[in-house]
């Protein structure tokens, strides 16, 4: 089967999956997990802020809820971003930056449900271990048994696609724009980079975890500030067009394409759930191994790595992109937001997208070979480790050098298959959930 064949069945199954029945589900589901938690996300809103500047103190376990939230963040803020919000307008139009705002608040209430969920519920294993996060909670659901299974092995398809593939392609092609390098060179660099990490186990990658995670959010929000003050004049302008594109059954304009009201949401909801990992249980499995005593104050803090990812990140770059002019190039991907970036920087935009590429990409493959090593470690009781290192670097060379179309299409399909189970899971334990919290406010 040629690859061209090979992305038309990928993107037809992924257009399949993200209908309106997936859309329907995963917004419903965020409205009524938010009113069943009496708005969670905006009553401890600054709340969750002390908790982050103030974190719990677990003794023993194997990474800290502060570890746990920066992981969490750093998963949250790469190229799924940079590049993800540009095929979302190139794809949905301006309208899917609206409803990445509006409906990235509602799913708030979906991270706080998964957190708490993944550190309420442990369960022990045969080996005497204990399990937090997803791997906890969905079995207890009906069907849980088998679910819990096919979670993990979709999990770890995206630490390979997502974590690992969408990274490394997006940091191979801004560095083969602006420095000319083979693209082998930079795939091989990406493999020993991995390969010194992995050899380190868990505890070097989340040491390097740590360093990577303020250095490369501090660049971005550097370089944001400054291009959206530039382009102070059109910001109005571009969400009015935001809003009208939204609720616009047809547009008359859009570039090379039309863009509907489906099209706007679904990918608004596909691209930004990849972005920020809301309803797919990472930074469940991430603050399941915290040890965390205090459930409720961990789902708390954790809605921040959501509002961050999705309303100071997400919707940033997309409302630089619509502003700048970029989003009618007719470019996909990256390159609209480098279009952006050249805006104001000029020659030296390439450079800032590319560095930051580089370093969001460094982030978020790092933090998903902890998260891939634990749904490994499930999958594999506990086994052949040395095995699962080497697929995660070599992966770094398929990444590198495969098709963009490709990846993002198996992208889609995997996310789908883990917020359908997630979700369901959550949803199931709501009542309990919602129980928690009652007495939480007594």
Known sequence: MQIAQVELLLKDLGSLLWGWPLIIFIVGSSIYMTIALRFVQFRYFVQAWRYVFNPEVVAGSAISPMQAFLNALSASVGNGSLTGMATAIFSGGPGAAFWVFVLGFFTMAIRFAEVYAGTSIIVKEADGSLRGGPLGYIRVVPGGSILVYVYMFFCLMLTFFSGNAMQCQAITK????????????IAALLFLFLLYVMIGGAERVLRVSDAIVPLKVGIFFISMIIALLFHYDSIWYALKLMVEYAFTPQAVGGGVLGYTVQDAIRFSMSRSLNATEVGLGTAGILYGGTGSKDPIRSGIMAMLTSFISNHLVCFN????????????????????????????????????VTLLSLMFGLGVLIAYAYIGRECWSFLTGHRYFGLYN?????????????????????????????????????????????????????
């Open 174 to 185: 801004g560095l083969v724009s602006v420095t000319s390098m083979s693209a082998y060179i």
């Open 317 to 352: 770059i997309m409302l630089l992109i619509i502003a700048s002019g970029a989003w009618k190039s007719g470019i996909n991907g990256t390159g609209m937001t480098i279009l952006a970036y050249e805006s104001v920087y000029g020659i030296f935009g390439g450079w800032v």
């Open 390 to 442: 080497c697929i995660y670097c070599c992966w770094a060379l398929f990444g590198a050098l495969a098709d963009v179309a490709v990846v993002w299409n198996s992208i889609d399909i995997i996310v789908a298959g883990l917020v359908g189970i997630n979700v369901y899971a959550l949803l199931v334990l709501l009542p309990k959930i919602c129980q928690a919290m009652r007495i939480y406010n007594k």
